[in-house]
């Protein structure tokens, strides 16, 4: 895809967007991330992704990268999961994430996409304390 194609997704696609190279470093932070996270893509663009995420997984997220590309088992690319995101302000918030794998001729990147659940868990709570 050119770079103007690849601009219309990152400014369009609904949920947070955003890719990694082998190594976790970040290549390209959606409209709806900025959105998300509260970081503008210069922010976050060449920094390792484990900015976006919580102890303990921000300290081990090279390791799991490191292991999947080592043994090739997956354990979230390819299955939803629940987990929490950090803003830029520190707050942590729960969302779906799902992870997929696109190989070219000479790299690998990953892509993700989080879906916050913040609104979602707000409504369940409501609907526990009603019953
Ligand atoms: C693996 C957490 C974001 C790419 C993992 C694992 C955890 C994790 C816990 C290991 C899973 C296991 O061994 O059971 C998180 C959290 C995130 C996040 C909390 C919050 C922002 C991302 C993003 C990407 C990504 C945005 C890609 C763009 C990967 C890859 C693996 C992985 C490629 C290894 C493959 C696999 O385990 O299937 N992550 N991650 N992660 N993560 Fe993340």
Not at 5 to 12: F, G, H, V
Not at 47 to 74: F, I, S
Not at 100 to 117: K, N, P, Q, Y
């Amino acid at each position: 895809a050119s770079e103007a194609q690849l601009r219309a997704i990152l400014d369009t696609v609904p949920d947070a967007m955003v890719t990694i190279n082998e190594n976790g470093i970040v290549q390209s932070f959606s409209a709806a991330a900025q959105q998300l996270f509260g970081y503008s893509p210069d922010e976050v663009i060449g920094k390792n992704v484990a900015m976006l995420m919580d102890e303990p997984d921000a300290q081990h997220h090279d390791e799991y990268l490191k292991r999947y590309l080592a043994t090739g088992h997956r354990h979230i690319i390819g299955n939803m999961r629940c987990v929490n995101g950090r803003r830029k302000d520190g707050t942590l918030f729960p969302h779906e994430l799902y992870i997929g794998e696109a190989i070219s001729r000479d790299s690998r990147v990953f892509t993700g996409f989080l879906r916050d659940l913040t609104k979602r868990r707000e409504a369940e709570a409501k609907f526990q304390e009603l019953q």
